[in-house]
């Protein structure tokens, strides 16, 4: 775990807004949890992108606007899994279903952040945001955590876990910030690279030494 900004200072640490992110396979979505277990206020960028989305809408409308009725499931609802097929593989339609649904989620989470604000001025907030490099979001916080685990470990992880074949799982882990660009984001590293207990353990140090001390 590396040190933060405002550490030699003595900046208050409490209310503190960090954004945490990792590459496909890392294990955020664990650090995310066990941070919410801790007390922090978790804003989870991809709980909030699936909801720009929903049945009913005016995401889910600008979407089928913009690529057609055949990017919907049976239901009614967004075919996911289609949808990431196509704009994995057009970087055009990509830019043009993010240029839908960021917006809406960073105006979701803002409702989020300051809704938790008003409850406790001294929530630790954390937005949960998959490409928050990508986007180029990292000046936005006070802290910026990043759960790194060495590539291998990401494609062994989409092999055994998401049923990806390797060149698949290297393809997805090529379409993101490189492991360098995101440590270089990063104020505090977060190492998941062996045990549940060790995560565990280094969450929880984060959280007292850094992001509520």
Known sequence: MTGTPGAASGTPRAGRRVGLTGGIGSGKSEVSRLLRGLGAVVVDADVLAREAVAPGSEGLAAVVDAFGADVLAADGSLDREAMAARVFAEPDARARLEAIVHPRV???????????????????????????????????????????????TQVDRLVSGRGMDEAEARARIAAQASREQRL???????????????????????WRDVLTC
């Open 184 to 206: 270089a984001a990063a104020d505090v590293v977060i190492d998941n690279s062996t045990t549940l207990d060790d995560l565990a353990r280094r969450v929880e140090h984060a």
């Open 106 to 152: 960073r105006r979701r989470a803002a409702e989020i952040e300051a809704a938790a604000r008003a409850a406790d001025p001294d929530a630790v907030v954390v937005h949960d945001v998959p490409l928050l490099v990508e986007t180029g979001q990292q000046d936005s916080y006070d802290v910026v955590v990043v759960v790194d685990v060495p590539t291998q």
